[in-house]
């Protein structure tokens, strides 16, 4: 027999058991406490197992629940099962930020719960849809209006190829099966789940556009478009519209979010692309093998975007960009002239990511054998040969992930470095944007609002 089980000083009363009988080996179980007082202090006191491949049972103390449940029950408040699912243990990433700042109160059991099974909100992209940043955005927009109205949340991803090549679900399934051939139980005749598209991309009409956020700000999705499946092209962040919607505050209380203020999305990206992402494991070993290269020393980070360049001729013009290269250089220079001397850092190492060749060479030139680059072709996931941009996304995830691990980053005016660096602990810290022929101090998405005002709102960046 298998057990787990799980003990707290704060908890006294003697527990209930779940038994499940399951033929998977790979299956794990996660106790998600709707007690918000108690649901970080568990995360970390986890597992004592033995083995029986067909019966497991789990035991476990908690001062409201004490009545056997069997955990085929996909909706359970308390448990929820996947073959895919993996351990606290190996998701540091998810235990920090289910225990430190603004997402510490977040209730996973409701997040990952089941939502209504004949109602989906799939985020598409089968065309044009901008580079990954772009596409965060929108993943991380739809994601967010499936917990508030409801839906199970897909991701359909095929330009230029599959997402699951490089991507596969983490703790949220967004590959659960999605059957649009039902069956009336009552007259058991067969019926279609209706669909809707909604597009809200780059090549959307303006009247559209402001339409969407009118609907998401003033009303509810649901009542406009009650299709059962709706798909959405979309790269825009629709959280400030769904935070003043006074229709979806109490539902945001019930995930844990319990004011306005919080309901943004550079507080929840970095919880919600851990809970729904995870690389596959030919990246993931990729990620681990240029990761082990910064041999513990200092690790600088350079996001460089330069724009339309021999390397990505169909890019667009930035002209705000020119010296973008030399600016960014002669930073880390400088950075590392003063730190060496005043003994604050002894080594350290220089990852540099961009969509330049020349960029790249004048960093091999310049950095040598402190420099991290990661192998592959450069590429855009919209603007490169379709099949070159599909090859080379393990480049481009691998490049992602290496920015959530950087001790200084000095970035692009992008989505993708904005991104990647929000995945670090400390998000803000020794965070650095080019923009105007210039380096700005980025403390807080509020800073970055006021440097785009200082630079025409952005267009010198």
Known sequence: MRTINITTSSYSITTPSYSITTHSKELRFLLLFNDQKHQTSELNKFINLSSDSSMRKIQYSTAKYSSSVRTNNLTSK??????????????????YWLTNGKTAGINLSTVLAQK???KYLVYVCHENCGGWGDRLRGIMSVFMMSLMLDRNFQIEITHPCNLTRILKPNFYNWL????LIRRNNLTRKRYKLTRKMIITSANAKEFFLKNVSRIIRNSTIDEIWPEDVLYIATNKNYYYEMSENVRYRKKFKTYGILTK???KLETLFP????????PVER??????????MRLNKTLICAQMRTGQNPTLSNDKILPGRQNITETIFNFIDDYIKTNLSHNKMIDYRIFITTDSDSVKTEAKVRYSDHLIYTQGAITHLDRSDTDQACREQDKLLTDFHLLGDCDLSIISNSGFGIWGNLRRYEPYKDLYMFCGGKIYPIKSLWHKYEMHKQNNFGQLC
């Open 271 to 278: 919880l919600f692309y851990e809970l729904l992402f995870q």
């Open 176 to 179: 659960q099966p999605l059957n």
């Open 116 to 118: 209504n099974p004949k």
């Open 78 to 95: 308390h448990f929820i099962e996947s073959t895919e699912i993996a351990s606290w243990q190996n998701e540091p990433r998810v235990t």
């Open 283 to 292: 990246v993931k070993n990729q990620i681990e093998k240029y990761t082990k």
């Open 261 to 263: 203020y919080n309901i």
